[in-house]
């Protein structure tokens, strides 16, 4: 049976379908959990270009909600993907995690700030002064202790080109921030559908970065698998690949059952 804690919707405007829609999937492929962490909207309406607009957050919950009751065989979790900062923290506490009950947040750091910008984790080539800054800021995620796991950590191979001693360095510090408190990290299977990245040290997924799972595993971390579906028919897609990526290094799976307990309350 899977697991999948990381599904979009339409409303992030660059994903197909509706909470319904990948629950019938999920059902035809052996999927006992499925987590709904469509893009945060924000308080300020930010960024709304990749994410829901303020207004749909209604929406998308009796999205979930209605969908729950419509396939009790199937346990659905209302979480959501969050950009971190510290002027949206009581946002994600108190309005998602508190007045709206979401079961869980999680983390993904699609841009980092940067000398009062937020910049791109995907774009261009990233120096070693912004992969710094990147992991101070993946790092403030995991300890702000708001979030169920974070979302593809690696996703700096997008736009690192090439594992040198400063990857290896930030990649510790994620690793030692994550092992501290005990937050989980993703392998996140749409990083294997995304088109490879020739690098001069050869062929590589932008993310999963190998290399970043090899030094995980001399840490005493939790790893989760998620598809991270933009669409329905990708509901389970990757998550093989991505458990076969944890065996490889010996990573140990989280244990996320308590996010549950909201449902069967
Ligand atoms: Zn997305
Ligand atoms: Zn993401």
């Avoid at 009751?69 to 979480?79: E, S, V």
């Avoid at 800054?133 to 593809?152: C, D, K, P, Q």
């Amino acid at each position: 049976m899977y697991k999948n804690y990381h599904t979009h919707t339409y409303r992030c405007k660059h994903a197909q379908g509706d909470v319904n829609d990948y629950a019938k999937v999920a059902i035809d492929n052996k999927v006992a959990v499925l987590g709904f962490s469509d893009h945060t909207p924000l308080p300020d309406n930010r960024w709304t270009d990749v994410r829901m607009e303020l207004q749909e957050l209604g929406g998308y919950i009796s999205a979930i909600e209605s969908t729950q009751i419509d396939f009790p065989q199937l346990t659905i979790l209302k979480g959501m993907e969050c950009e971190f900062a510290d002027e949206y923290a009581g946002f994600y506490k108190d309005e998602l995690l508190g007045r709206l009950k979401f079961d869980y947040i999680i983390a993904g750091a699609h841009y980092y700030p940067l000398n009062g910008d937020w910049v791109s984790s995907y774009n261009g080539s990233m120096e070693k002064y912004q992969l710094k800054a990147y992991a101070e800021y993946v790092v403030r995620a995991i300890n702000s202790g708001l979030f169920a796991f974070i979302a593809h950590p690696d996703l700096f191979g997008s736009a690192y080109e090439q594992w040198d001693r400063n990857a290896a360095s930030c990649s510790r510090y994620i690793l030692e921030a994550a092992q501290d408190m005990k937050v989980p990290l993703e392998i996140n299977g749409y990083g294997l559908r995304k088109p490879k990245r020739t690098t001069p040290e050869g062929m590589r997924s932008m993310y999963p970065w190998m290399q970043f799972w090899e030094l995980a595993a001399e840490y005493d971390i939790r790893v989760v698998m998620n598809s991270d579906a933009h669409k329905p028919s990708d509901v389970t897609a990757n998550i093989d690949e991505a458990c076969s990526i944890a065996r490889r290094y010996g990573l140990k799976a989280a244990d996320l059952s308590y996010l549950e307990k909201g449902r069967k309350a």
